[in-house]
């Protein structure tokens, strides 16, 4: 396979990870949302009926906390797992690697020379390198050490660094 092609090749794997990805996180914050909203809903409901239904004020009460309860789950799991934010990085990232392929695909023939070719590469690496440290930056929360010592990620780990 030639650089060109791998190229290409690359860039659509990526382009369709990152598709499939912010499909689905974009299906989890609706599903965890339109559940919360629905709820919510049921729990005013519940509250008015307790008061035109005073004889079943201590069953309606109680399947009041459950339901508060489960709204509390619901938007507890969204502000740990962060769909909407993932969603929308990941979509921006997806956007990002389209028209970058497109112009690959535009300005990259068959008889470009390799620097050409792998001047395209880097820009993917960076696009990517870009998207993980944004990712950890404002979605994780973590922050990278960057100065790597020779030897790399193995060197690093075995002297403990960027630990606190």
Known sequence: ????????????????????????????????????????????????????????????????????????????????????????????TYYALQDLKREVEFKLGEDSSPEVTEKYFFRTQELLGASGEKWNRHIAGVQQDHKIPPGGLEVQAANGAGQS
């Open 1 to 92: 396979m030639d650089k060109r092609a791998y190229l290409l090749d690359q860039l659509q794997s990526k382009i369709n990870d990152f598709k499939k990805d912010s499909e689905k996180h974009k299906t989890l914050y609706r599903q965890l949302r339109y559940t919360v909203f629905v709820l919510t809903s049921i729990s005013t409901v519940l509250a008015g009926l307790a008061i035109k239904l005073p004889e079943f004020s201590s069953i309606i009460s109680m399947a009041i906390v459950f339901v508060s309860a489960a709204v509390g789950v619901l938007t507890s799991i969204e502000g740990i797992r962060k769909p909407a934010e993932l969603w929308i990085h990941e979509r921006t």
